[in-house]
């Protein structure tokens, strides 16, 4: 069975480094199922875009800044091109946040170019794939929140999990808080529904806006959310708490939150569980 690369690149020694990695990779049976690599390149966006319209492609490995811009809108053109693909991105150091945000609008995942090597690069192009397909699965099977717009239980454990493992693997923190709003209305009318449900809305809404461009926010529960929020040199996320929690206050939203260490990893539902825990009127800090 053949894997079909795409490699998005424009600087001519990474081309080949990357090439020389995934022929190692190969040679090295790193998996069973794929017998050969086949690598395409492509230099540019443009040019990603009229292969991926021709070619067969199992995986995408990107370079956002490939055509020296922000990264953002060659990330967009390449997924726009590629939507049943999954995407790989390979990144400068410096370039981490946007990679965590890119994470978000839609990556599977990321590596930093110094640690590309054979065993990282083909767990990432591995995970990627499986993690496309099961996501595939599941958005079929509604992956939204009807009322809210935001991931349901399904959609947030899918991809806040994804989360877990990259913080596990970068060696970084995870937040993760269960919220939920404080709403009088008396569910057992018609009126008192509807009232509840705009409760829901509007909280939802608050939610959105008290978070960061990288975090996950989705309606997990009846009244209940959950946000994912990484820890990023831009914020910590004892300064993410902060802002989440003074927020929260201010619009009738308890929060309870549980921390992510990677020397000390546990699974996604334990965290969800702590956090619960920790969703207390009375609670004024993290659960360490």
Same mark, same amino acid.
């Given at each position: 069975m053949? =894997?079909?690369?795409?490699?998005?690149e424009?600087?001519?020694e990474?081309v080949?480094f990357?090439? $020389?990695?995934?022929?190692?990779?190969?040679?090295?049976?790193?998996w069973?199922n794929?017998?050969?690599i086949?690598?395409l #390149?492509?230099?540019?966006?443009?040019?990603?875009?009229?292969i991926?319209a021709?070619?067969?492609?199992?995986?995408? =490995?990107?370079?956002?800044?490939? !055509?020296?811009?922000?990264?953002?809108?060659?990330f967009?053109q +390449?997924?726009a091109?590629?939507?049943?693909i999954?995407?790989v991105?390979?990144?400068? /150091?410096?370039?981490?946040e946007?990679?965590?945000?890119?994470?978000?609008?839609?990556?599977q $995942?990321?590596?930093?170019?110094?640690?590309? $090597?054979?065993? *990282?690069?083909?767990?990432?192009?591995r995970?990627?794939i499986?993690?496309?397909r099961?996501?595939?699965?599941?958005? %079929?099977g509604?992956?939204t929140?009807p009322? /809210?717009?935001?991931?349901?239980?399904?959609?947030?454990?899918?991809?806040?999990?994804?989360?877990r493992? &990259?913080? !596990? @693997?970068?060696?970084r923190? &995870?937040?993760?808080?269960?919220?939920?709003p404080?709403?009088?209305?008396d569910?057992?009318?018609?009126?008192?529904?509807q009232?509840?449900?705009?409760a829901? +809305?509007?909280?939802?809404?608050?939610?959105?806006?008290?978070?960061? *461009?990288?975090?996950?926010v989705?309606?997990?529960?009846?009244?209940?959310f959950? +946000?994912? +929020?990484?820890?990023?040199e831009a914020?910590s996320?004892?300064? %993410?708490?902060?802002?989440?929690?003074?927020?929260? #206050?201010?619009? @009738?939203?308890?929060?309870g939150?549980?921390?992510? $260490?990677?020397?000390?990893?546990?699974?996604l539902?334990?965290?969800l569980?702590?956090?619960? =825990?920790?969703?207390?009127?009375s609670?004024?800090?993290?659960?360490?």
């Amino acid at each position: 069975m053949n =894997l079909r690369v795409l490699l998005v690149e424009s600087d001519p020694e990474e081309v080949l480094f990357v090439r $020389d990695v995934l022929t190692e990779i190969e040679e090295g049976r790193y998996w069973t199922n794929w017998i050969r690599i086949e690598t395409l #390149h492509a230099a540019y966006a443009e040019e990603a875009a009229a292969i991926l319209a021709n070619e067969l492609v199992d995986v995408v =490995l990107l370079d956002p800044a490939a !055509e020296g811009n922000s990264g953002s809108e060659t990330f967009q053109q +390449v997924q726009a091109a590629a939507q049943q693909i999954p995407i790989v991105l390979l990144v400068a /150091t410096e370039d981490h946040e946007l990679a965590l945000r890119l994470v978000r609008d839609g990556a599977q $995942d990321f590596l930093i170019r110094q640690q590309i $090597d054979c065993a *990282p690069l083909a767990h990432a192009i591995r995970n990627a794939i499986e993690r496309h397909r099961i996501l595939t699965a599941a958005r %079929a099977g509604a992956i939204t929140d009807p009322l /809210t717009g935001l991931p349901n239980r399904g959609g947030f454990l899918t991809f806040a999990d994804r989360d877990r493992k &990259l913080a !596990e @693997r970068l060696g970084r923190r &995870l937040m993760i808080l269960v919220a939920e709003p404080r709403i009088s209305a008396d569910a057992s009318t018609a009126q008192g529904r509807q009232n509840r449900d705009l409760a829901l +809305v509007e909280a939802a809404d608050r939610l959105r806006s008290l978070s960061g *461009p990288t975090d996950l926010v989705a309606r997990i529960g009846q009244t209940r959310f959950a +946000v994912a +929020v990484f820890d990023t040199e831009a914020e910590s996320v004892e300064e %993410a708490w902060a802002r989440m929690y003074s927020g929260g #206050h201010e619009f @009738r939203i308890r929060i309870g939150a549980a921390i992510f $260490d990677a020397d000390r990893p546990v699974s996604l539902d334990a965290l969800l569980e702590q956090a619960a =825990l920790d969703l207390a009127p009375s609670a004024m800090a993290m659960r360490r």
